[in-house]
């Protein structure tokens, strides 16, 4: 069965203090990682999708990687903006392409 | 914005009734998939829609069915609703070619009373 684990659960920085968020996977036959973002009450946004290891992609603060069995979140100097739950989606080579979804990190980020 | 809506944004109602909540997709979007989302819990994947017909069921409770219409909206049923029912029920969308991302509506609010 597909598995996608992140961790830790929650995260609290000091604004501007680095950190990365993991997620690891163990899905049958990787076709994309996905990564969202998600403010309370609100939909999931999307952020990233990555393929094959070794794949990075940035977007504002944010740095995503993946490897054979894991992907990082890289926040740079996080700002209180940033504060919010990740979440890491992996789809399968099945049938229908299955997306699992991991329970998401929280990210607090204080000023 | 995404470019998914969904309505009713909020909706209270009483145990024992039945409720329909509603998703447009994106402009071009065959796929809709149905999400739950508890308080403080991840998102539950309950049935995916791909051009009208049923692709794939996840933790769908018998009380819960959907479809997708010609246009390409879709209906979430819920009925005989029981207080553990509340919850967030979002809709998201993905394009008809790879990789298939998921686009998210700001979803329903749902309370049971």
């Known amino acids: 069965e597909d598995q996608v684990t992140q961790s830790p659960e929650a995260l609290r920085l000091q604004e501007g203090e680095s950190s990365s968020l993991n997620c690891s996977y163990t899905v049958s036959g990787l076709r994309g990682l996905f990564w969202y973002r998600q403010d309370p009450g609100k939909g999931p946004e999307f952020l990233f999708t990555?393929?094959?290891a070794g794949e990075e992609k940035e977007k504002e603060r944010l740095k995503a990687k993946l490897t054979k069995k894991e992907s990082f979140l890289h926040i740079t100097a996080p700002k209180p903006e940033d504060s919010a739950t990740y979440l890491c989606?992996?789809?399968?080579?099945?049938?229908?392409?299955?997306?699992?979804f991991g329970t998401g990190t929280k990210l607090q980020v204080i000023p | 914005d995404s470019g998914v809506t969904q309505t009713p944004k909020h909706l209270i109602t009483a145990t024992g009734q039945r409720v329909t909540l509603r998703c447009s997709p994106r402009?071009?979007?065959?796929?809709v998939y149905w999400y739950q989302q508890s308080l403080d819990q991840g998102l539950q994947f309950l049935i995916q829609y791909y051009n009208g017909e049923e692709r794939a069921k996840g933790n769908i409770l018998e009380r819960f069915s959907a479809q997708q219409f010609p246009d390409l909206h879709s209906e979430l049923n819920l009925s005989s609703l029981e207080l553990g029912d509340s919850a967030l029920y979002f809709c998201?969308?993905?394009?008809?070619?790879?990789?298939?991302?998921?686009?998210f509506g700001p979803g329903t609010r749902l309370t049971v009373t």
């Open positions: 998201a969308s993905s394009p008809p070619q790879g990789p298939y991302e998921q686009y």
């Open positions: 989606a992996a789809r399968n080579s099945g049938g229908y392409q299955k997306v699992t």
């Open positions: 402009s071009g979007d065959l796929s």
């Open positions: 990555l393929y094959s």
